[in-house]
C-alpha cells in the first residue's frame, strides 16, 4: 500500500520568495506521484506528475518538483511566489495501472504575504 | 484533455432524505471512478472505486447501503446519500483514471452537501 506524508500543514512565505512544499512517500511498488492545487471551494487542478523518465519534472505556473527515489521525496518548488499561489496544495500517490487508487497526503496551505 | 463535469455544485437538504450527486466524464469513456469526501481545512478522503458495469469497491469505514455508487455506463457514475444526516455534509469530489500516455486523474469540481 501507498502512503504521503506533507510534514507541512501550513508555509507562509512573502511575495516573490521561493518556495518548497515537502512531499515523502512510502510505497512497495513503483509509484507515479502527483502534485494538485485546490483553491477555495473547488476542485483540484493538475500541477505536474511523474511517471517516469527525468527525475525533475516541471508543470504550470512556474511549478517544478524532483522526484528522489532514495530519500523517497517528491518535493514541490518555486523560484519566485505570487499572491495569487495561495492555496492548497496536495501531493498524491498511485501505484499506476487504470484501477489503481490515488492517495493524498494531507495538504498544505500555501500563504503567499504581500 | 479529459474533462469531468459533477452535478450539482452544492445541495442542501433536510435530514432524512437523500441527494443524488452526478459525475460525467464529457470526452473520455472512464472505465474506473473514484469518490472522494473531503472535510472542512482536511485532505481528500477516498470512499470508494466505482468500475464500469460492477458493483464499486468500498474504502474501510464507508457505510456501502449509506453512500450508494452506481456506475452504470462508460461516461456516468452517480453517488447518492441516503438518509443523509448533519454529520454526512461534506464536500464531494469525484475523479476518473486516464492510461496511456496521459495517465492521469482528472476531478470534477465537486459537490457541497449541506445536511439541516
Known amino acids: 500500500a501507498q502512503s504521503v506524508t506533507q510534514l507541512d500543514s501550513q508555509v507562509p512565505v512573502f511575495e516573490e520568495a521561493p518556495v518548497e512544499l515537502r512531499c515523502n512517500y512510502s510505497?512497495?511498488?513503483?509509484?507515479?506521484l502527483f502534485w494538485y492545487v485546490q483553491y477555495p471551494n473547488q476542485g483540484l487542478q493538475l500541477l505536474l506528475k511523474y511517471l517516469s523518465g527525468s527525475t525533475l519534472v516541471k508543470g504550470i505556473n512556474g511549478f517544478e518538483a524532483e522526484f528522489n527515489k532514495s530519500q523517497t521525496s517528491f518535493h514541490l518548488r518555486k523560484p519566485s511566489v505570487h499572491i495569487s499561489d495561495t492555496a492548497e496544495y496536495f501531493c498524491a500517490v498511485s501505484g499506476g495501472g487504470a484501477t489503481n487508487k490515488l492517495i493524498f497526503g494531507t495538504g498544505t496551505l500555501l500563504a503567499v504575504q504581500p | 484533455g479529459a474533462v469531468v463535469s459533477q452535478h450539482p455544485s452544492w445541495v442542501i437538504c433536510k435530514s432524512g432524505t437523500s441527494v443524488k450527486i452526478e459525475c460525467r466524464s464529457l470526452?473520455?469513456?472512464?472505465?474506473?471512478m473514484f469518490w472522494y469526501r473531503q472535510f472542512p481545512k482536511q485532505s481528500l478522503m477516498l470512499m470508494a472505486t466505482?468500475?464500469?458495469?460492477?458493483?464499486?469497491?468500498?474504502e474501510q469505514g464507508v457505510e456501502k447501503d449509506k453512500f450508494l455508487i452506481n456506475h452504470a455506463s462508460l461516461t456516468l457514475s452517480t453517488l447518492t446519500v441516503t438518509s443523509a444526516h448533519p454529520e454526512d455534509s461534506s464536500f464531494y469530489i469525484c475523479s476518473f483514471s486516464t492510461r496511456g500516455e496521459g495517465y492521469g486523474y482528472t476531478f470534477g469540481s465537486g459537490t457541497r452537501l449541506t445536511v439541516v
Open positions: 466505482s468500475n464500469e458495469g460492477s458493483k464499486a469497491t468500498y
Open positions: 510505497s512497495s511498488v513503483s509509484v507515479y
Open positions: 470526452d473520455f469513456q472512464a472505465t474506473t
